[in-house]
């Protein structure tokens, strides 16, 4: 049975796109139940409405508080029936009671190899750290930003001379690979989060799985 997933999105939303492609060359078995935003004019949304599926824009700024915008939100991901939430380019920082609500059933796509580089600006901070290998990182979330359990990593050097957009744009194509792999394994039940560990096959790993060549992950 294909898992409904919900995927939240503040902007381009080229990984949702990512997931899209997947489940229409029937290789990812999720459906969507919800694509959601804080934004209404993400061009994520307008996507999600071409593939014809739900979706919803909220604007925070109608909220007294950011809890009330993250509960309203999170009502609506309920109702739509979604047992996966999947924060795709998502630029807000959640509820920690919201999260916990929702923990194990709540990944997020990240451009850095975490621990490293919470938060923004990530590929500058890689090449100015001087870095040989940037990556990009899926984990459960849990209420510290960034922080929760990785799921996997897909990495990628760093090139003399690689510009911030240059390297975003290399990274990119790694981030559509993992998360697609990552979300194919979640629904298909062979990982799971347990006792606050990721599960691979049902044992806890020590460290993230790793994306190889063809798109497989590994431990
Ligand atoms: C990605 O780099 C993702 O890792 C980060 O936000 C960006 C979203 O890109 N969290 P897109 O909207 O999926 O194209």
Known sequence: MNLPIAVLVSGRGSNLGALITAND????PVEFALVASDKADAPALRN???????????D???YGHRRD???????????SGAELVVLAGFMRV???????????RIINIHPSLLPKYRGLHTHRRAIAARDTEHGTSVHF???????GPVIAQARIPIHAGDSEEILAARLLAQEHRLIVACVDAIARGRVLLRNGLVHWNGKA???????????????
């Open 25 to 28: 060359a029937g290789t990812l």
């Open 48 to 58: 999600a409405e071409a593939h014809g599926i739900p979706t919803l824009a909220l």
């Open 60 to 62: 925070p700024k109608s």
């Open 69 to 79: 915008f993250d509960e309203a939100l999170f009502a609506r991901v309920a109702e």
């Open 94 to 104: 959640l509820d920690g009671a919201v999260v916990d609500a929702w923990q194990g």
């Open 141 to 147: 979330v849990t209420a510290e930003l960034d922080g």
């Open 205 to 219: 790993i020590a460290e993230p799985l790793r994306l190889n060549r063809d798109g497989i992950l590994t431990s």
